[in-house]
């Protein structure tokens, strides 16, 4: 429930912040407040409890709020130069002439500054400046709030906001070589080769990687090959892999307009160096997935899906990233916009190098015959 919590603070507080943005809009309704079965929206659980976001919330649901207006992502390599815009949604009755903002890391608290000389005008959005700084060194990626304060002239805190950050720290290539094929896709090849794979031919490739899953793909896995597939489209699927098949989350129950829908990774095998808390949040942005991958059974969700998609209560449930044993072959599915951002977005080339190296380095026939995992598939 923390996560779900999480990702409902992270919602809500994007809302408001994105509607502070126009001075037109003056006020808001808040709906499903209370609701004692859909409370997605609500400070308090099903049980009366305080969420976690109780005691934050009223930072921006205040008459005067800090707003970050311009930030096009939230993850950075380590070394990066990272940059927020902000500005002050001023309603209340205060003299806010002559207020600073104030802005430190929490984890670097030397890592801070001032924005002087601030005088907001009522009833209107004021900018306040842009909060630069280059992302720390560091050696394990990590989750940070910028925190900010906003003081009067006199020096009183007049509100509160943070923003929260991600900060990755730059890998090394793989000491044992991998060697991938990519066919028929120059570009992804050149960007898998600059993350330091060696490409290679299909017959001597550890690993395959496809933006399509055609007939001659599925007989190379079903005699022992590796393939790691790009889903990335609905038209990606040219061959008939038994129940498993790909769907478009336009126009399905998955497309994102319920209010409590979820994506989620799994992390105990994949994906261990992003620190979202198993959530899929604005560190994802560009990222989104736009199909989903159908079929599998409750016994792959306990052992080999990666990450995956909820909506209502629990329910629809579908994957994003899921492997299966195929014959005497491995596949892996991902569905995660991944191609174009490989190298720039650190949340895409990690999930890109973890499932090249789960591929490369998975015995034969290990979690096959798993209790927890589903057998083979047996495509004719």
């Given amino acids: 429930s923390a996560a779900s919590q999480r990702m409902q603070f992270t919602a809500l507080k994007y809302q408001i912040e994105q509607m502070r943005r126009h001075p037109t809009i003056v006020g808001y309704v808040i709906t499903e407040f209370t609701d004692v079965h859909w409370e997605s929206n609500g400070l308090l659980d099903m049980c009366r409890n305080p969420k976690s976001y109780h005691d934050v919330i009223g930072q921006v649901n205040s008459a005067d709020a800090i707003v970050p207006t311009d930030w096009e992502r939230i993850a950075f390599w380590e070394g990066e130069r990272c940059e927020v815009r902000l500005a002050i949604s001023h309603f209340s009755s205060s003299d806010l002439r002559g207020c600073r903002l104030e802005w430190h890391l929490d984890l670097w608290p030397e890592v801070k500054g001032t924005l002087e000389g601030v005088g907001p005008e009522r009833a209107q959005l004021t900018n306040l400046g842009t909060v630069v700084f280059e992302v720390p060194r560091l050696t394990e990626a990590v989750r940070v709030r910028l925190e900010l304060r906003l003081l009067s002239s006199s020096g009183e805190t007049v509100t509160r906001n943070h923003h929260e950050l991600y900060f990755f720290p730059r890998f090394e290539s793989d000491a044992r070589p991998i060697r991938l094929a990519v ?62 098949s790909i769907a478009q989350r336009h126009g399905r129950s ?53 990450s995956g998609l909820f909506v209502g209560w629990v329910h629809h449930i579908v994957a994003l990233v899921a492997e299966r044993p195929i014959d005497r072959g491995r596949l892996m599915i991902c569905t995660y916009r991944l191609r174009e951002h490989l190298g720039n977005h650190p949340v895409a080339t990690i999930m890109m190098r973890d499932m090249i190296e789960r591929m490369a380095s998975v015995p034969e026939a290990v979690e096959a015959h798993s209790s927890m995992s589903a057998p083979p598939v047996m495509v004719p």
């Fill in 183 to 244: 066919p028929g896709l120059p570009r992804l090849a050149a960007r898998l080769a600059a993350m330091g794979y060696e490409l290679s031919d299909e017959l001597s490739a550890d690993v395959v990687v496809v933006e399509r899953m055609t007939d001659d793909l599925r007989w190379y896995v079903q005699n022992g090959g590796r393939v790691l597939w790009l889903a990335e489209t609905p038209d990606s699927q040219q061959a008939h892999l038994g129940s498993i």
């Fill in 254 to 306: 998955w497309q994102g307009d319920w209010a409590s829908s979820m994506s989620w990774l799994r992390q105990d095998k994949l994906f261990r160096g992003i620190p979202t808390g198993g959530t899929v949040d604005f560190a994802f942005a560009d990222l989104t997935p736009e199909t989903v991958i159908v079929g599998l059974t409750p016994r792959d969700y306990a052992g080999n899906v990666h």
